[in-house]
């Protein structure tokens, strides 16, 4: 075997000792430079909020804290609301304290911590008396509402008030934890009677609050809990109450049917939704639920055959910016799923054709911004083209309120397994109805 020789230098005990030392000198100020950094980096944010609340105007492009902090302080004037803009500094800098950073980073809650500035006058515990319970966002949100507002307990879906920008119903919440009556309410849009309170309070906690109203509305009629759920979940929890006076009448109506075919009544209500805003003085009284399901079966044959010349007539900008896109692969055969959105009137009138549907009717609803009509749509490769669902999303709620597949029936496992995903990716909500 042969040897094989390494020169190697040799190093005296003294330079082994002077450069372990100079190693461990140079660690000491690496650690003191990390402690140094990560100690300016902690006062960062409240050095931040201090400066923006003195009126520096802070740097930084649309998606940092800073200039978010910026736009809310900019709300609140120095002279019109110097209370709400020292509130909204305490809160900030107190849940800062707390530890809620995951909190803080989330537009989404910063957002409701300004209106819970806003509403300061009505605080019963000052926000400094709060501290952290949860290491959960949602319950850590939840919680600050509770200490700051509530003397007397409200429904949970109130609370959903605060994440949705209707200050009126933010108003509800107020009123109802200082013990108003529901009856009470200011700018009540249905006629609220004792018995519709009662049930307006004891609305599922998953509702929204114009959910609660209209369930309120049709156990006040005498409906059973089906139909009401039915009626709450239906096009008529998102239409603003617009012609309140007709839609109470189409409420009582409907909760006076015996038996009623659910995927019917949502066809009645968009072909009525159609006849009161082109007649104002259109009336159902006299008619039945024979007739009215004749005269709507009519009207939707009539909208999936509008002329090609109406075509695109109306055009609206995406509410999402990117669609969902998805490869399976099954025994060897490649199958695609695509889900975006329609953007047209158009595009809409073709679905409606394919589909044997009326999701033409929404082209209004899709332009004003109240919903948006997506597709699900399958195709192996090679091979064609299939539609799988029509979907609403009603954009103020950020809700998927119904997907249907040809021919108004209900979608598949596959269908809804894709749409649950899709909900997930874009922070949706789900109907329980879908």
């Not at 002329?307 to 025994?331: A, G, Q």
Request: glycine share 2%; proline share 2%.
């Amino acid at each position: 075997m042969e040897t094989q020789y390494i020169n190697r230098k040799h190093i005296s005990k003294a330079e082994r000792a002077r450069r372990a030392a100079q190693k461990q000198e140079r660690e000491i100020t690496i650690q003191n430079a990390l402690k140094k950094h990560n100690s300016e980096k902690k006062m960062l944010f409240p050095k931040l909020v201090e400066s923006i609340y003195e009126g520096n105007s802070a740097n930084g492009n649309a998606n940092t804290i800073a200039y978010k902090l910026n736009n809310y302080f900019s709300l609140l004037s120095p002279k019109k609301h110097p209370r709400r803009r020292r509130v909204f500094k305490d809160i900030l800098l107190h849940l800062y304290e707390q530890r809620c950073a995951k909190l803080l980073r989330d537009n989404t809650y910063i957002n409701v911590l300004f209106k819970v500035a806003w509403f300061s006058n009505s605080f019963e515990n000052e926000i400094s008396s709060w501290k952290r319970r949860s290491h959960n966002t949602d319950k850590q949100m939840l919680s600050i509402i509770k200490h700051c507002f509530v003397k007397y307990e409200v429904p949970y879906f109130m609370y959903k008030a605060w994440l949705v920008n209707h200050r009126a119903h933010i108003s509800w919440f107020i009123d109802l934890t200082q013990g108003r009556s529901v009856r009470n309410l200011t700018n009540m849009p249905i006629k609220m009677t004792k018995k519709g309170a009662h049930h307006f309070l004891n609305a599922p906690k998953h509702y929204s609050v114009e959910m609660a109203l209209r369930r309120a509305q049709s156990l006040s009629y005498n409906a059973d809990d089906v139909i009401a759920d039915r009626i709450a979940s239906s096009h008529l929890s998102r239409n603003n109450f617009q012609h309140e006076g007709f839609w109470d009448s189409v409420i009582c109506f409907f909760s006076k049917q015996a038996m009623l075919d659910f995927s019917k009544m949502n066809e009645i209500i968009d072909y009525l939704s159609y006849r009161i805003s082109e007649n104002l003085d259109y009336s159902i009284k006299g008619r039945t639920i024979i007739s009215l399901t004749r005269q709507s079966d009519e009207w939707h044959r009539e909208q999936a055959n509008i002329r090609t010349t109406f075509i695109s007539v109306l055009t609206w900008d995406p509410y999402l910016p990117y669609s969902y896109f998805r490869i399976e692969e099954s025994k060897g055969i490649k199958k695609t799923f695509t889900l975006f959105e329609l953007c047209s009137s158009g595009e809409l009138i073709n679905e409606g054709r394919k589909m044997n549907h009326c999701v033409a009717s929404y082209a209004r609803s899709c332009h004003s911004g109240r919903s948006r009509i997506f597709t699900l749509r399958s195709k192996e490769v090679p091979g064609s083209e299939e539609i799988m669902a029509t979907i609403e999303v009603h954009l103020a709620s950020k809700t998927i309120v119904q997907a249907k597949a040809k021919y108004n029936k209900p979608i598949s496992k596959k269908a809804i397994f894709i749409i649950k995903k899709w909900a997930l990716q874009h922070d949706l909500n789900i109907s329980k109805w879908l």
